[in-house]
Nanobody, 121 residues
Framework: QVQLVESGGGLVQAGGSLRLSCAAS????????MGWYRQTPGKQRELVAT???????NYADSAKGRFTISRDYAKNTVYLEMNSLKSEDTAVYYC???????????????WGQGTQVTVSS
């Protein structure tokens, strides 16, 4: 019913920048929150940043000052601008959206397929 498609991952040198995008499509009435998470092998998926419907953003300590999350509400798209990348930022980055499918429906959580970010030192 709802699809999230991420793009923008890749290989970058330490100190470089990348911009991730995630577009939501499907039977969407409203999107309450969108966010980015990341995961490395053997570890749990962790929060990177989220942005609520009103535009309030939240960042992991590791992302503060280097990453910026933003949303295009008309396009149901969320972005993650990543600067001053470090080798420890290497991970698969996942987009998440909390979506209402109709006015009276509960909200559901959807995940994208993930995009690899590799930072070489």
């Amino acid at each position: 019913q709802v699809q999230l498609v991420e793009s923008g991952g890749g290989l970058v040198q330490a100190g470089g920048s990348l911009r991730l995008s995630c577009a939501a499509s499907g039977s969407i009435f409203s999107i309450n929150e969108m966010g980015w998470y990341r995961q490395t092998p053997g570890k749990q998926r962790e929060l990177v940043a989220t942005i609520a419907g009103g535009g309030v953003s939240n960042y992991a300590d590791s992302a503060k000052g280097r990453f910026t999350i933003s949303r295009d509400y008309a396009k149901n798209t969320v972005y993650l601008e990543m600067n001053s990348l470090k080798s420890e930022d290497t991970a698969v980055y996942y987009c998440k959206a909390i979506v209402s499918l109709s006015l009276r429906s509960p909200s559901y959580q959807y995940w994208g397929q993930g995009t690899q970010v590799t930072v070489s030192s």
